[in-house]
Every structure is written in C-alpha cells, then in structure tokens.
C-alpha cells in the first residue's frame, strides 16, 4: 500500500490506466508510450499474432512537472533508482514496481535515444497515449531494430491507417515535417522502414503472419509513409547535390543564405566577424 493509499496494480493495463488518471487528477501532463502505448492505441485492432507480454511502463511530461512526478510516484509505491535520478533527472527517470517485477521509465521533456523527439509537444493531442505517429517515430528511431520494436511497428501499422492528422491514424505530415528538418532521423527512417518492408516476405516466425491478406494494408502504410517522407525532405537532397555538399552541411549554408537575404543587418554582422578572425 502506498503513502496516499492506492495500490500499484498487478496488470499492467490496468496499473498504466489508473496511473494515468491519478497523476491527471494532481495537474501533471502525462502520456504513455513504448509498447505499451501501442497495445492501447490500437486497442481491438491489435492483431494478436503480435501480441507479447509488458514488463514495463513508459511514461511522458514536460520539463516543469518533472519534479512533481517523481514525488507522487514514489509516493504511489514506486522505488526510484536515486543515483540515475540524481544524474539525469532533468531529463529522464527510472522507478521500480518490486512486487511486480516491472520498471518505469519516465521521459521528461523530450525523448533522446538515437535521435532527439520533441514529444513533450504533443502531450494535449490524443488523450492517455502519445499520438500514434509519435510512437511509431520512437520504434523506427532506433538505429538497431530488436525483435520486439519490430512487431510493435507492425503492430500499430497494421492497426492503423496512415493519414495526415493524429484522430484514429499515423500522421505522416507530422513524421514527414521532422524528418525534414533532421537528416539523420529522416535517414534511420528510410532505412528502417525499407527493413520492415523486406521483411514482409520472410519465412520464418514471426513473419509467418504476415503473409495474410491483412498485411497489405501494413505494407501500403509503409510505403506511404515512405513516399511522404522522401517528398517533404527531397528539396534538401536536391540542395546538397547542388552544392555537392552533406545534406547537414547544406540546411546551414541554406539557413544562411535566407538570413543575409532577409537581414541586412546580418551582412555587416558576418563581415565584422569575419574580420575579427583575421
């Protein structure tokens, strides 16, 4: 039993549902994700070839509540992990269900792993979860897809149709509009989903299911996506061919070029500087 007197529940539905509801009801913004967030946005559409078991608990707020939350878990029952908190609590904590045998992970602010996700921005879009497109950049992120963020990809991808809004559906525009603006996410993006799309045809489990004719729906989505992606993020491509410099490399002298055209100010700026290295 907890200081204020709830109980961490065995299921984890259930304990990620009631968790939600009672940090809510103290003002603090939360939303979950990982593959938990996924079981729940898809909800009866999840197939259930893909179906596996969670032992942890993601969790999502912004920068101001950080604090707050971490007193109130720990005040539900939830053991934190005081040297991780101590040394990366601005930006993410680590809590533990003993009786449960379960972990919870708090990302605060934003979500960095192998890119950087402004997820904190998008915590009033949908409610309980992260939008679905903001889950799907969280799996496809990952430079080294396991087994396990690869069916949930699938999972919400199949669930889901890909549209241009975050109401039932993947927002492409959203994936799309950062993709443009981060080469390297745009660039782990291509990859992983050009991965998920081979590996459709594999034989061997757990690909097996996909052969159904459901999967083409997931595969459409893929391809989709992809091609809005590509379309939002081409011009830079074209730009860094132009200039036969990187795509990174290209976005700044670009962002420069915009500057000095629009300010005259920056001019004279540039120059001063530039005279002061010599």
Known sequence: MSVNGSRILPDVIEESRRLSDVLEGQGIPVRLLGGLGIRLVAAAAYPPELAREYNDIDLVTDSRHGRQLAQSLAEQGYEPNQMFNRMHGARRLLFYDEPNKRQLDVFVGTFEMCHTLPIAERLDVVPLTLPAADLLLTKLQIVRLNEKDRNDAYALLLALEVGTHDDGAINAAWVARLCARDWGLYRTLQLN??????????????????????????????????????????????????VGAAPEAAVRWLILLMVLCCDPAAIALTVAAASLRR
Request: with cysteine; aromatic share 10%.
């Open 193 to 242: 989903l050009e991965k998920l799309r081979e590996a459709t045809g594999a034989t061997r489990y757990p690909y097996t299911y996909v052969r159904c004719s459901r999967w083409s729906k997931g595969r459409a989505a893929l391809v989709g996506e992809r091609t809005r992606i590509e379309a939002s993020a081409g011009p830079i491509q074209y730009l860094a061919m132009m």
